[in-house]
């Protein structure tokens, strides 16, 4: 692993983010009973980021001198890289690559898990040494 990783902050934001994530996932469930997969997985990705915010501030970048204001923003900018790439993966694989497979079991479920764990490394980085630096 990159030598510039700390491991236990590295651990400690996998799970600050998976328990993000489980958010984001959970809640694209439960928008598509009103929205359409799309537009149900930018609004939970946007649930899952305030949560991530939240976690992240308070115990894996605790010791950020950004100002709070500079950190939202940042964070706000770093996601929205990450959110394209959930979107973009999700819809890939929902909409071509699962159908070339002829999967449709849980498809729904299994386009949006891959496309919600992508952006996992560029996330660390860009908060580490951008959001909360």
Known sequence: MIKSIRSNQF?????????????????RILFSEWLS???????????????????????????????????????????????IQTWAISLCMLYFILPSLNVSTFAPEIAHGLGVVT?????????????FR
Request: a positive charge; hydrophobic letters at 55%; one cysteine or more.
């Open 11 to 27: 651990t400690i934001f996998l799970i600050a983010g998976g328990i993000a994530a489980a958010i984001n996932f959970g809640s």
């Open 119 to 131: 952006p996992v490394f560029t996330s660390y980085f860009g908060h580490k040494y951008f959001s």
């Open 37 to 83: 997969f799309s537009n149900a997985v930018i609004c939970s990705y946007i649930t899952g980021m305030i949560v991530a915010f939240l976690l992240t501030k308070k115990f894996v970048f605790k010791a950020s001198r950004n100002p709070i204001y500079v950190s939202v923003l940042i964070f706000t900018v770093v996601n929205i890289v990450a959110a």
